[in-house]
């Protein structure tokens, strides 16, 4: 792990905890890139039909997923929401972590290998822990 020049940890290592020859994720990446409800659904969007998503087509299904009983109005304000907290926070981070390829010019987000080990860890929890969100 890497130090800043204030001796703290270097947050982008930590969280992404890659090895960029191989592409393995180490026990607390995927722990940190599973541990948010948003990247999570991301995840298992991403493995529905190996396409591309855009931004807007993933904010929908994010929105789908975490507020089902909003009014059409707010359902808009939300994909709006969820999609700047994809654009800023969410994708760099699965993008740094190798997970998915996020073109940003042609707004397209694509599952990465990576993205399979990290679904098959979800599924795994998914089957043997009550969801609580």
Request: aromatic content about 4%; proline content about 4%.
């Amino acid at each position: 792990m890497t130090k800043d020049t204030n001796g703290a940890r270097d947050r982008n290592n930590e969280l992404v905890g890659l090895e960029k020859q191989t592409a393995t994720l180490t026990h607390g990446a995927v722990y940190t890139l599973l541990a948010n409800p948003t990247r999570r659904h991301v995840v298992t969007a991403l493995d529905i039909d190996g396409e591309p998503w855009t931004l807007e087509d993933l904010s929908r299904y994010v929105v789908a997923r975490e507020y089902e009983a909003l009014s059409e109005r707010s359902r808009s304000r939300a994909v709006d929401e969820v999609a700047t907290s994809l654009y800023h926070a969410h994708l760099p981070k699965l993008e740094q972590s190798g997970v998915i390829s996020y073109d940003q010019g042609r707004e397209r987000i694509t599952a990465t290998p990576t993205a399979g080990t990290l679904r098959e860890v979800l599924q795994t929890v998914e089957q043997l822990v009550e969801p609580t969100d």
